[in-house]
Nanobody, 127 residues
């Protein structure tokens, strides 16, 4: 089993920045992918960004709405993934969930593809 713990959520004004961090613990040696989803109450979860972990190329994936504003990265030699979010917009307001998988992920932004989910951290962008 793998446990995911997110940190770094909060409130920020439009145009501001936040950094989300996700630490994985447990049986992490088998993990192949980590990423982030977000959800607004009453709506479906949507993929934000994902990365293949060290040893698998560090390939990154971003949802179209990111538009170059977010960067996902893995901390060196750690089971920690960071999502740097810049130029935040009010529509980025959501609960952000860290995800991970030890299996091949056929659809990076398909919620059903991911094995492990964190509890979520709230991001609020408001003036």
């Amino acid at each position: 089993q793998v446990q995911l713990v997110e940190s770094g959520g909060g409130s920020v004004r439009p145009g501001g920045s936040l950094t989300l961090s996700c630490a994985a613990s447990g049986v992490t040696s088998s993990l192949k992918y980590m990423g982030w989803f977000r959800q607004v109450q009453g709506k479906e979860r949507e993929g934000v960004a994902a990365i293949t972990l060290h040893g698998r190329g560090g390939v990154t994936y971003y949802a179209p709405f990111v538009e170059g504003r977010f960067t996902i990265s893995q901390e060196n030699n750690k089971n920690t993934v960071v999502l740097q979010m810049d130029n935040l917009k009010p529509e980025d307001t959501a609960t952000y969930f860290c995800v991970a998988s030890a299996r091949y992920v056929p659809a990076i932004f398909g919620a059903e593809s991911w094995e492990y989910w964190g509890q979520g951290t709230q991001v609020t962008v408001s003036s």
